[in-house]
């Protein structure tokens, strides 16, 4: 991906503005997280060429007005801005072949973040894009599809789901053998699919004609997850990506996300958060049939696209309006682009300051 992702959160008394690279590419209508998974060269915002984001999440703040940036980039985890980073990476890269496991990327990135004093926002792709599911879990047995040239597991397969819970725990294991467990503040949930839409589904068929979606077992997949994420990381944020339009393809299906974050915030209602990635200066179509949710737990944010680049004019508005907009949903938690972090135009930079000083917002 050409462009990066920068977190900012900010929830209770801690502000976090995070980087995380691998951000939406303007190529579809509802940007997928998973297509951004572990893009190769990670020094991105959401996924980095160093795959890591930053988050800022358990340092106290003063006031709504404190906080600081979270840079993806390499350079810029000593910006006295910048919180920490968002980590991004594949299963693939870090499970090459089962049971061999290679966290020189991860453990280079997050060596940087504890260096720096900094926190990390944790997010590694097991579905969903090129590099997140490993050849080998083909070779076990699970059932894979293809839909507009890509092959991804069905997100209810046993198989894969099996295997990802084998590699999981392995993932926390090793970060607690190497101490640096307690710099990461989120983790999100990106099996069985990063987004919760299944994107390829229309008509009740996962795909063209072999496979048909099952409510019940993908329902279940989701539940299953959230044990797993609850007992391997229990003190963590969890970031839940909530749908649009429901799941599959004119179900208009939201019943689906309350259930599944019904069953979240009955394990931990303070650690299971709404996630979106489609902020713009008018609003956020996937947090708007969940306000309910929202009142209950905090929301964290993705723009729709850069502002710096957005050919399809998918912000509709200001940075100001954007991030304003954000905050007047009860957002938390941001990813801010690179692109737009850097871009020197005062505009842009007054409109991300705004996620620290809501006063800007005239509010």
Same mark, same amino acid.
């Given at each position: ?15 976090? +503005? ?5 951000? /939406?590419? @303007? ?9 951004? @998974?572990?893009?190769? $060269?990670? @020094? ?33 985890? &000593? ?27 991860? &453990? ?10 900094? /926190? ?19 070779? $076990? ?20 789901? &099996?295997?990802?819970?084998?590699? +999981? ?9 190497? /101490? ?21 589904? $229309? ?16 329902? $279940? ?40 974050? @019904? ?56 940075? +100001? ?43």
């Amino acid at each position: 991906m050409p462009d990066e992702t920068i977190n900012l959160c900010r929830f209770a008394a801690t502000l976090c +503005l995070c980087a995380c690279s691998g951000a /939406s590419q @303007a190529s579809a209508p509802v940007p997928q997280q998973g297509a951004r @998974a572990d893009a190769g $060269a990670d @020094a991105r915002a959401m996924p980095s060429a160093a795959d890591a984001s930053t988050d800022a999440a358990s340092t106290p703040v003063p006031g709504p007005g404190a906080g600081a940036l979270a840079f993806a980039l390499d350079e810029g985890v &000593d910006n006295p801005l910048v919180d920490g980073l968002a980590v991004r990476l594949g299963w693939g890269r870090l499970e090459p072949s089962e049971g061999s496991y290679d966290w020189t990327r991860l &453990d280079q990135t997050l060596a940087k973040v504890t260096a720096a004093g900094k /926190s990390a926002t944790l997010h590694v792709f097991g579905a969903v894009g090129q590099g997140s599911t490993p050849e080998w879990v083909r070779a $076990a047995g699970a059932q894979f599809y293809t839909w507009n040239g890509r092959t991804e597991p069905v997100p209810w397969d046993g198989v894969f789901l &099996d295997k990802w819970s084998a590699f +999981l725990p392995k993932l926390a294991e090793h970060l607690r053998s190497t /101490s640096t467990i307690s710099a990461i503040a989120h983790v999100s949930i990106t099996v069985p699919v990063p987004e919760m839409n299944l994107i390829s589904c $229309a008509n009740g068929m996962l795909d063209s004609a072999s496979v048909p979606y099952d409510r019940a077992r993908y329902l $279940a997949a989701w539940k299953r997850m959230i044990d797993l994420y609850q007992a391997t990381f229990p003190d963590q944020i969890k970031l839940v990506s909530a749908p649009q339009n429901g799941i599959c393809r004119a179900d208009r299906d939201v019943q689906f996300y309350h259930e599944v974050m @019904a069953y979240a915030l009955g394990k931990d209602p303070q650690r299971y958060w709404l996630f979106a990635a489609d902020l713009s200066a008018t609003g956020s179509g996937r947090i708007e049939p969940y306000q309910d949710i929202a009142a209950q737990a905090h929301v964290g944010f993705q723009p729709v696209a850069a502002f710096s680049s957005d050919p399809n004019h998918w912000v509709h508005g200001t940075m +100001l309006e954007l991030y304003c907009h954000g905050l007047a949903l009860g957002a938390r938690y941001f990813e801010v682009y690179a692109s737009d972090l850097t871009n020197v135009d005062a505009a842009v930079q007054s409109g991300i300051s705004a996620i620290h000083d809501p006063n800007r917002c005239g509010r």
